[in-house]
């Protein structure tokens, strides 16, 4: 069992840079989610899914954007990268049954220059 | 934002010894989940709580929901070396697993051998 799977696991970004973070689950979970991590900060929601075909924004959404085509899919893309994008981001699934919980990726650290 | 307080936010203590770490809300939740996340790695799952005044263990680990579901505990009896890492709790307002978590900022448990 694969679980979450995110790529890549690290990397350096110039400011003003874009990329494509990946994230994918075989566990068939309808429910998607991205994270950043900052030192002392805990974790904060960026965006959402509850299915492929819809998002939804989290608490710090901005300078980011997702895309739901697939069940299995959720990439997260930098547009016009900041420094103060620079963090760990995870990558999470979970089913409907409440008490689940989440399943998280391992995480991509990030690093804007 | 619900906001989720954990204490304390650091703790370093000697194999052998209990503790106890703290997770307040002015909020109510309908389910409080526990995660453990290693250096590295994303946050996995420990237990969920769901109805007030529930006590859940786990080996060494005891969880447990407060009666006015807004606040939680985990107590450690006899910690050792390989329970060290970041204690997250994370409340949800809603009825399914796939309602957003509300996510503490963390409690960095350090055991020394």
């Known amino acids: 069992n694969a679980g979450v799977t995110q790529t890549p696991k690290f990397r350096i970004l110039k400011i003003g840079q874009s990329m494509t973070l990946q994230c994918t689950q075989d566990?068939?979970?309808?429910?998607m989610y991205w994270y950043r991590q900052d030192p002392g900060m805990g974790l904060k929601l960026i965006y959402y899914s509850v299915g492929a075909g819809i998002t939804d924004k989290g608490e710090v959404p901005n300078g980011y954007n997702v895309s739901r085509s697939t069940t299995e899919d959720f990439p997260l893309r930098l547009e016009l990268a900041a420094p103060s994008q620079t963090s760990v981001y995870f990558c999470?699934?979970?089913?409907?049954?409440?008490?689940?919980?989440?399943?998280f990726g391992s995480g991509t650290r990030l690093t804007v220059v | 934002t619900q906001l989720l307080e954990q204490s304390p936010q650091f703790l370093s203590i000697q194999e052998g010894e209990n503790l106890t770490v703290y997770c307040n809300s002015s909020s109510v939740f309908s389910s409080l989940q526990w995660y453990r996340q290693e250096p590295g790695e994303g946050p996995v799952l420990l237990v969920t709580?769901?109805?007030?005044?529930e006590v859940k263990k786990l080996k060494r680990l005891t969880f447990q929901f407060g009666d006015a579901r807004k606040d939680s505990s985990l107590h450690i009896t006899a910690a050792q070396p390989g329970d060290t890492g970041l204690y997250l709790c994370a409340g949800a307002r809603g009825e399914t697993s796939g309602s957003r978590l509300t996510f503490g900022e963390g409690t960095q448990l350090t055991v020394n051998p």
């Open positions: 709580v769901v109805t007030g005044g």
């Open positions: 999470a699934s979970s089913h409907r049954v409440r008490g689940d919980g989440y399943t």
């Open positions: 566990m068939n979970h309808n429910y």
